[in-house]
């Protein structure tokens, strides 16, 4: 299934347009025509990608911006605006906007932007399930071979009178320079007792 966009601008011709041309290209499109109206799409629902326009009564789409980085930081951004500014430019990428285009935009220019931005996603998006994957795995293995408690909880080695040492983090007893390994569930019944 072909990624979820908002698209919120103010002219009416425009949101059209946009929308009617990500439609040809499979996306699935919402458009709205204020910022308001965008605050209000987000908390509701998901999107993969947001085309905003900068200049919007009311709310303007920095402000759309700053709130889509704190309540969707995975949704991409693009802004879009006929009135750009360097300062605006600036601020734009700094709450983490994809791109900033310049209106009137070349449709090729615009899809490839957009083309670009999911892809970004879902990179970002396979990444982080590589590594909680990553994690769940390094998690059972400590697991299986008893090292679930963190460094900071390992307790030093215990020396005896007798000359006994115990080792408890790395699951082995000595006396003199005979080294017992203990298999996990033995630490594990070692560290009960």
Not at 103 to 114: E, G, I, Q, T, W
Request: proline fraction near 4%.
């Amino acid at each position: 299934m072909k990624a979820k966009i908002l698209v919120a601008d103010d002219e009416e011709m425009v949101r059209r347009s946009l929308e009617d041309i990500l439609c040809l290209e499979g996306y699935q499109v919402k458009s709205v025509g204020d910022g308001k109206t965008a605050l209000a799409a987000l908390q509701a629902e998901t999107f993969d990608l947001i085309l905003l326009d900068l200049k919007m009564p009311e709310v303007d789409g920095l402000e759309v911006l700053r709130f889509a980085s704190r309540v969707a930081p995975d949704t991409k951004v693009i802004l879009l605006t006929g009135h750009g500014s360097l300062e605006s430019a600036i601020e734009a990428l700094r709450h983490g906007a994809h791109d900033y285009i310049l209106k009137p935009a070349h449709m090729r220019d615009l899809l490839n932007s957009v083309a670009n931005a999911l892809s970004k996603r879902a990179e970002q998006k396979q990444r982080r399930i590589l590594l909680e994957q990553l994690e769940t795995s390094i998690k059972h293995l400590k697991d299986a071979e008893g090292l679930e408690f963190t460094p900071d909880a390992c307790p030093q080695p215990i020396l005896f009178e007798n000359g006994v040492m115990i080792d408890l983090a790395r699951r082995e007893v000595w006396r003199g320079d005979q080294r017992v390994s203990l298999t996990p569930t033995e630490g594990k019944l070692l560290r009960v007792l």
